[in-house]
């Protein structure tokens, strides 16, 4: 037994919605319920680099994040939250160098008394700054990889030397996970990024030999646990062994503290039910045990989902049942007061060795390719991800993987939590929209235009050698320039970048069982009596990256013979109408899942009658609450999928359903 009890890992809930202060308010208000450190979630506006008077913004202001399109924005997040006393994860990529300049001036506004540098030393943190996950599975990349991870090894580079108690990267295998990643995959695909994000800090040679131990040190990691926690908790111990092995090996670092595998979590949000969702409470309870009951891989923070985060946006109320469950396992169980309770166990060394070997032929798989990024721009980890993902649906449809509530044991009482559905969750603010326009507005209105001019360009000019950006980043965002023309700035000198879908060459159901034949054959009689095979465009309007669901139906489809257009993520209605002309489609299907359903469908179907397509069905899927989805219907939607319709092949059916209908053929 331990002399002493261990002390607990940080706890946060990922938050942030609507405006600044609504968001500063949640804070402060779980900040008072005992959470010791803030998880900052960003709107996709503000994660993908445009200001919310961007017309790739609309319809996603303050949807699933906060926008914080300007410094004077930040200073309301951050209200009354002395930001040097405070330990702030953000949930931020490609724009983290310009988040993280504009909370260190926010620090600063908040400590007149201190010099700038005396500011940056206390300040605790992490910014996630992972950007090839986002090619993978995410979808908020803005840049190509290699100007990517520049921007990430600058800011390794300046953290280490003004902020070194920050934690510039939060490599995550969370994701890789939600995009169908096995145990195998998600150890090797996140430790070949932290193989890739090393080796680039080390060749800008902004770090000399003596501190490279420090940007080791502060490579953080951010990791998934899902249900089957026996295999998750042996990941944990997996990943503890290799990093310790590769940061020593590879990299030389003598220093164990240095070596020492150092992750926050957010358990599994992708097996959440809309069926029966206070099974949720269980499943959330399982994965958290995951991560803290090895103490030799106990995680350093951790911040569970909600509920009732399948149907839509969780309430206070139910951040903090989630927020309770942590205390009273770190708080009322005896945990944390015994040494690992695993060491010496046959089965577990015995399954931490399986997932050892198994990543390590990955990793050398990967590294023979040239590395993470070429095996994202060739499309192998994005391809092996889509069929892994393919796989497993395929498991759940056959009832092989059990699903409590939505596959097997599906009798139900009435719930009381879901009784009033629309109740039971959050509504991000209709108006929230409006007030980020007008604080763009009136900010641009007030500042010295000259002055940001010349700071943007000082930054552009920068972008075109090798300095460390974060030094005109800072400058940009003390002169008031915006998250748009920040991000616009570097675009115009890295350009842009669209991530290979994965969709084409991956493996989908192998063998058709009868459902799928049966559909087959429907979707090949349909197609001649209209005169050719079927074609469906599956089209991602608005900034949601999560494309796993798209990707799933797309590969689902091809399988059911019909012909598939999927142009991958971040697309207009105007483009997704462009192409549905264009492809002569029978059904286009929207996969929206940041909840900007309302504003962006009605787009589309707006723009397919105007181009003399109004015949041609749209079905809608995604995060829809009840309420929204007869709306949706009401104006012309066919029909609309929820994460409860987990039949992909039902789904196929359901086109040929629609398809038929609109052309009467039934």
């Known amino acids: 037994m331990s002399q002493q009890k261990d002390r607990p890992w940080v706890m946060r809930t990922y938050a942030g919605h609507s405006t600044a202060e609504a968001s500063n308010a949640l804070y402060r208000t779980n900040l008072a319920k005992g959470q010791t450190g803030l998880s900052v979630a960003f709107d996709l506006p503000t994660q993908t680099g445009y200001d919310p008077d961007s017309p790739l913004a609309k319809g996603e202001v303050g949807k699933v994040g906060v926008p914080v399109p300007h410094l004077g924005e930040m200073r309301k997040l951050f209200d009354q939250i002395p930001l040097t006393g405070m330990n702030t994860s953000m949930t ?108 680039a800090v080390k060749a800008s040679g902004q770090v000399d030999e003596a501190d490279f131990e420090k940007v080791v040190g502060r490579i953080s990691f951010f ?32 220093d164990e503290k240095m070596r020492r595998f150092r992750y926050g979590v957010q358990v599994n949000s992708l097996g959440l039910t809309e069926a029966q969702p206070e099974n949720n409470v269980q499943r959330i309870v399982l994965e958290m045990l995951a991560v803290t009951l090895s103490k030799k891989a106990r995680a350093r923070a951790v911040q569970l989902p909600a509920w009732n ?61 040239g590395g993470a990024i070429a095996a994202v721009e060739s499309g192998y980890m994005k391809q092996e ?61 007030q500042r010295d235009e000259t002055e940001v001019t010349e700071a943007l360009a000082a930054l552009a000019a920068a972008a075109k050698t090798d300095q460390n950006l974060m030094i005109p980043t800072l400058a940009a965002a003390r002169a008031g320039a915006t998250t748009g023309e920040w991000a616009q700035t570097l675009r115009e000198v890295f350009g842009e970048f669209r991530a290979p879908t994965g969709v084409s060459g991956a493996v989908g159901v192998a063998e058709a069982g009868a459902e799928l ?33 798209a990707e799933q139906i797309a590969v689902r489809a091809r399988d059911a013979g019909f012909e598939v257009i999927y142009q991958g993520i971040r697309l207009t209605p105007q483009q997704i109408v462009a192409a549905a002309v264009a492809e002569d489609v029978h059904l286009v299907g929207l996969s929206i899942l940041s909840g900007s359903h309302m504003e962006l469908v009605p787009d589309v179907l707006d723009g397919l009658k105007d ?56």
């Open 223 to 254: 990791v998934n646990a899902g249900v089957r926690f026996v295999e998750e908790m042996c990941k944990m111990r997996a990943f503890v062994e290799l990093w310790d092995e590769i940061t020593r090996e590879r990299y030389g670092v003598t």
């Open 92 to 199: 931020i990529n490609a724009t983290a160098m310009w988040l993280l300049a504009m909370y260190q001036v926010v620090a600063e506004e908040q400590n007149p008394e201190l010099s700038p540098e005396e500011v940056a030393a206390q300040l605790a943190g992490t910014t996630q700054n992972d950007i090839i996950k986002e090619y993978l599975s995410r979808g908020t990349y803005v840049f190509p990889p290699e100007h990517s991870l520049r921007l990430i090894s600058d800011m390794i580079a300046y953290t280490v030397h003004q902020i070194p108690k920050w934690n510039p990267i939060n490599i995550c295998s969370y994701h890789l996970q939600e995009a169908g990643a096995t145990p195998v995959q998600e150890l090797a695909y996140s430790l070949c990024t932290a193989i890739a994000v090393l080796d």
């Open 517 to 549: 034949a049966a559909v087959r054959d429907r979707v090949k009689a349909t197609g001649e009596d209209l005169g050719g095979r079927l074609r469906v465009l599956i089209g991602k309007p608005g900034l949601d990256g999560h494309s796993n669901g």
């Open 385 to 445: 991800l889509v069929s892994s993902h393919a796989l497993r649906r395929s498991r759940i449809e056959s009832g092989e993987e059990v699903i409590v509530g939505v596959n097997k044991f599906e009798t139900t009482e009435p719930s009381p939590l879901t009784a009033d559905l629309d109740a039971a969750i959050m509504v991000a603010d209709p108006l929230a929209e409006q007030a980020a326009l007008d604080s763009v507005s009136a900010w641009k209105a």
């Open 309 to 369: 985060e399948a149907l839509g946006l969780p309430r206070p109320w139910d951040q903090q049942w989630s927020l309770r469950l942590q205390q009273v396992l770190a708080f009322e169980s005896d945990l944390l007061e015994y040494d690992d309770i695993f060491d010496g166990s046959p089965v577990i060394e015995a399954k931490v060795r399986e997932l050892v070997e198994g990543a390590k032929a990955e990793i050398d798989r990967v590294q023979a390719m």
């Open 611 to 666: 181009a003399g397509l109004g015949d041609v069905p749209v079905v809608v899927g995604g995060i829809i609450p009840e309420s929204d989805g007869r709306r949706l219907k009401e104006l012309g939607v066919a029909a609309v999928y929820t994460p409860k319709d987990f039949g992909l092949t039902e789904i196929m059916g359901g086109f040929v359903d629609v398809i038929r209908r609109a052309n009467s053929l039934d």
